[in-house]
Each structure stands twice: as C-alpha cells, then as structure tokens.
C-alpha cells in the first residue's frame, strides 16, 4: 500500500473502517476523493453527508487541486504516450500513428461492422515489442456479449508469426454479467494491473448491459449517472497505467426521440465527452470496413478503409 493510502486515515472522520471503505470504492488518492462530491462519496463509502464535506475538504488540503503547470511540462509528459499498431497502416495513419495510451478510443457501428476484430486484433498486437508498434504488456477484456474468441486470437497470432499460447496466456478475460458486475470487473482491473504489467483494457460491449437494464426516460438519469462513473474508472485505469483503452459501442436501431438518429452511439453524451477518440465502423465489399475518426481533441476528421480477413486487420 502506497504512502498516500495509508494517509487516508489521517483525514478527519476517516478511521480505519471508513479508510477501508474509501479504498474498496476506488478511492485510494487524495485528488481521487478531493475532486468527488460529497453526495456521491457518502453513497458510495455509506458515510454521512456532513462527513463527507469534511472528508473531502481535508483532501482538498493534502491534494494539489487546481495546480497550474506550463505547455512545456505537459508536452514532456505527452512523451511518455505509447502508440499501438492496428496492424493497418491506413488505419495507424488515421489514429496519428495508432491508438494512443492514456485515451479512451470508442469504436461503434451496426453488428458486423468489425468492432470486435479491431479489439481483438489489438489484443494481440499490444503484445509485440514497441520497435514492431506494440507496447509489449498484457490484456485485460471485459466481455459483455460472449465475443472473445480464444480461436481468432490463435488466427490473428499465427498470422504475426506470434506463439499463440504465448499471446492467449498474456490476455485476462472476464465475462459480465450485468452492468453492475460490469463495473466491479473494470475496478477489479487494477488488482490485476498490480501483478501483471497491462498495456490494453477492452470492453465489448460497453453500453450493452446499461441499455438492456435501464428502460425508459425514468431511468435515464440513473443510467446515465453510472455509466458516467463506469467511463472514468476507464480513463483513470489508461492514466495510471499509460494504457490504451478500447470500448465498442452499439448504435441505436431506429430513430427515435429517445436514441436520436440510426448512427448515434449510445450513451449520448457521457460517453461522447469522456471517450478521447471516437472511430465510426461500417461495411464495405468485400471483407472491407470503413473507419471515420469522427472524435479527437488534435487530428482531423477523416476515413481510412481496412481489410478484415482469417489473418485479422489489414489494408
């Protein structure tokens, strides 16, 4: 336990019950619980709202919030982003020279459009040396609609010259089961960060398990406040870790009021916001996909079509 989880003691109010209460939310630094609200850290930590503005103002203490720093120090931290290969140069190009760590890349589009591969493909990829365009770590997937397929991994590796048990022993699968477990699964991510070195955290789906459970204009404020919280575990995960995240993402089968038009992902605009990059998938002829780079905060808008065939993702 690092020096600053074992502050969280020291905070008014906080004794070890409600420190171990704290950490088991996900709140284990002091900018982690200085920047919450105090109505969310008394929901989740089961703690008194009173407590918890006093919790949090001790935290903004410790913590430097709101400190400034010049373009200069930010660029030399840029440094450290990792790029990863899709194994399509045209698709790499698109990305800026691939998908970036530190991000969260949504891929979204109809069934079939290929979002799966992608992921897949860079489940593999991720573990081949940077000098290749991997970032030589592990794999953690959460997979909500049973579509990882050990088989099209051993494909994809083969196709790389890759030992496939090599690779397959490297990537950590979990099947959710609902939203909630969902969730659970992309916190319990960090413990299995903390022995293995991961440099990829895949969910396939995203939205699926939130769409199916929450129904209705009445509990979309409820859905949307989850999803919310779910999307920036995601981002702290890429953060901390100097991790690529990649989510896929339904579009809405019908205009409607309530889903907006037929090529609008879902999740409206929690996940529009928090996602870094976001790539829209359709199909083309001939095992062909088109790829529009819709989202970024620095490239262009653009489109880039790739091949996907039995050796995976290519030009």
Same mark, same amino acid.
């Given at each position: 336990?690092?020096?600053?989880?074992?502050?969280?003691?020291?905070?008014?109010?906080?004794?070890?019950?409600?420190?171990?209460?704290?950490?088991?939310?996900?709140?284990?630094?002091?900018? !982690?619980?200085?920047?919450?609200?105090?109505? /969310?850290? #008394?929901?989740?930590?089961?703690? %008194? *709202?009173?407590?918890?503005? +006093?919790?949090?103002?001790?935290?903004?203490?410790?913590?430097?919030?709101?400190?400034?720093?010049?373009?200069?120090?930010?660029?030399?931290?840029?440094?450290?982003?990792?790029?990863?290969?899709?194994?399509?140069?045209?698709?790499? !190009?698109?990305?800026?020279?691939?998908?970036? /760590?530190? #991000?969260?890349?949504?891929?979204? %589009? *109809?069934?079939?459009?290929? +979002?799966?591969?992608?992921?897949?493909?860079?489940?593999?990829?991720?573990?081949?040396?940077?000098?290749?365009?991997?970032?030589?770590?592990?794999?953690?997937?959460?997979?909500?609609?049973?579509?990882?397929?050990?088989?099209?991994?051993?494909?994809?590796?083969?196709?790389?010259?890759?030992?496939?048990?090599?690779?397959?022993?490297?990537?950590?699968?979990?099947?959710?089961?609902?939203?909630?477990?969902?969730?659970?699964?992309?916190?319990?991510?960090?413990?299995?960060?903390?022995?293995?070195?991961?440099?990829?955290?895949?969910?396939?789906?995203?939205?699926?398990?939130?769409?199916?459970?929450?129904?209705?204009?009445?509990?979309?404020?409820?859905?949307?406040?989850?999803?919310?919280?779910?999307?920036?575990?995601?981002?702290?995960?890429?953060?901390?870790?100097?991790?690529?995240?990649?989510?896929?993402?339904?579009?809405?089968?019908?205009?409607?009021?309530?889903?907006?038009?037929?090529?609008?992902?879902?999740?409206?605009?929690?996940?529009?916001?928090?996602?870094?990059?976001?790539?829209?998938?359709?199909?083309?002829?001939?095992?062909?996909?088109?790829?529009?780079?819709?989202?970024?905060?620095?490239?262009?808008?653009?489109?880039?079509?790739?091949?996907?065939?039995?050796?995976?993702?290519?030009?």
């Amino acid at each position: 336990m690092s020096d600053e989880e074992n502050g969280i003691e020291k905070l008014p109010g906080v004794g070890p019950a409600t420190a171990d209460k704290l950490r088991d939310a996900g709140y284990t630094t002091m900018m !982690s619980i200085a920047v919450e609200s105090p109505k /969310s850290l #008394a929901e989740l930590c089961d703690i %008194g *709202e009173a407590v918890a503005i +006093k919790v949090i103002a001790a935290a903004k203490k410790e913590a430097d919030v709101g400190g400034f720093e010049t373009g200069d120090v930010v660029l030399e931290r840029r440094q450290k982003i990792g790029k990863l290969t899709t194994c399509s140069k045209a698709l790499d !190009s698109l990305m800026g020279g691939g998908f970036e /760590s530190q #991000a969260i890349t949504e891929l979204f %589009g *109809e069934f079939g459009s290929g +979002k799966t591969q992608i992921a897949h493909q860079c489940a593999v990829s991720v573990q081949m040396k940077e000098k290749d365009g991997g970032l030589d770590g592990d794999v953690v997937m959460i997979d909500t609609e049973n579509t990882f397929r050990p088989e099209r991994i051993a494909q994809m590796a083969e196709a790389l010259d890759l030992n496939v048990k090599d690779i397959l022993s490297r990537i950590h699968v979990a099947r959710a089961y609902n939203s909630h477990h969902q969730m659970l699964l992309a916190e319990k991510a960090r413990d299995i960060a903390e022995d293995h070195d991961v440099k990829l955290l895949i969910v396939d789906s995203l939205t699926s398990h939130f769409r199916a459970e929450y129904v209705g204009r009445g509990t979309l404020a409820d859905r949307q406040q989850k999803l919310n919280k779910h999307m920036h575990d995601l981002l702290r995960f890429g953060d901390i870790n100097n991790a690529v995240v990649i989510v896929t993402n339904q579009v809405s089968a019908k205009p409607d009021a309530f889903f907006g038009d037929p090529t609008r992902p879902i999740g409206g605009h929690i996940v529009g916001h928090t996602a870094t990059f976001r790539l829209y998938l359709r199909k083309s002829k001939a095992g062909k996909r088109i790829v529009r780079l819709i989202d970024s905060p620095n490239l262009p808008e653009a489109e880039a079509v790739v091949l996907i065939d039995e050796k995976g993702v290519r030009d």
